[in-house]
T-cell receptor
């Protein structure tokens, strides 16, 4: 299937720092989704983006749908210990059906106090 | 809030056993999915269903089957469990008109010995 390149694979940061991660593809997407997964749990939806150029915030999280429709980024401001986890992007391909979601491999966020 | 409930969080089964993983969603979603998640491989789609009694193969259907007799319930069946099916299994659901934003259950950890 299609590949999403998510980077970085892992991040080691200090509490209070800002975080930025992104997903890119050679394909055009009409939906971008960002999820967070805590250890041993299922992914939880953080932000959904449906329009090119859309910038959406959810508390300290901000995500944008790239204007080329081939990328998206997620920023976390002023990180706190509970932000630790794995963050996944997912994209719905243009013209894709119900099964058309493609997932990134995840960014593992580790916060040092 | 959308709720996707997986009946078993942790299972240990023997090689050759038949295994049932049950999933129920309470938001009247048309689409339901089963994924497996393995380190380094990310999320891989096993099967999905876009309506009652309908099913479609995902990327890795071999060794699995599914059943959707009611709209809210989607079952994953391992006819004869093997050790390479040890994994985290995630159920998800979505509404077709919502841009395929999918919501995950908490996951089922299956160990086959």
């Amino acid at each position: 299937g299609q590949q999403l390149n998510q980077s970085p694979q892992s991040m080691f940061i200090q509490e209070g720092e800002d975080v930025s991660m992104n997903c890119t593809s050679s394909s055009i997407f009409n939906t971008w989704l960002w999820y967070k997964q805590d250890p041993g749990e299922g992914p939880v939806l953080l932000i959904a983006l449906y329009k090119a150029g859309e910038l959406t915030s959810n508390g300290r999280l901000t995500a944008q749908f790239g204007i080329t429709r081939k990328d998206s980024f997620l920023n976390i401001s002023a990180s706190i210990p509970s932000d630790v986890g794995i963050y996944f992007c997912a994209g719905q391909l243009l013209g894709g059906g119900a099964d058309g979601l493609t997932f990134g491999k995840g960014t593992h966020l580790i916060i040092q106090p | 809030d959308v709720k996707v409930t997986q009946s078993s969080r942790y299972l240990v089964k023997r090689t050759g056993e038949k295994v049932f993983l049950e999933c129920v969603q309470d938001m009247d979603h048309e689409n339901m999915f089963w994924y497996r998640q393995d380190p380094g491989l990310g999320l891989r789609l096993i099967y999905f269903s876009y309506d009652v009694k309908m099913k479609e193969k995902g990327d890795i259907p071999e060794g699995y089957s599914v059943s959707r007799e009611k709209k809210e319930r989607f079952s994953l069946i391992l006819e004869s469990a093997s050790t390479n099916q040890t994994s985290m299994y995630l159920c998800a659901s979505s509404r077709t008109v919502s841009g395929n934003t999918i919501y995950f259950g908490e996951g089922s950890w299956l160990t086959v010995v």
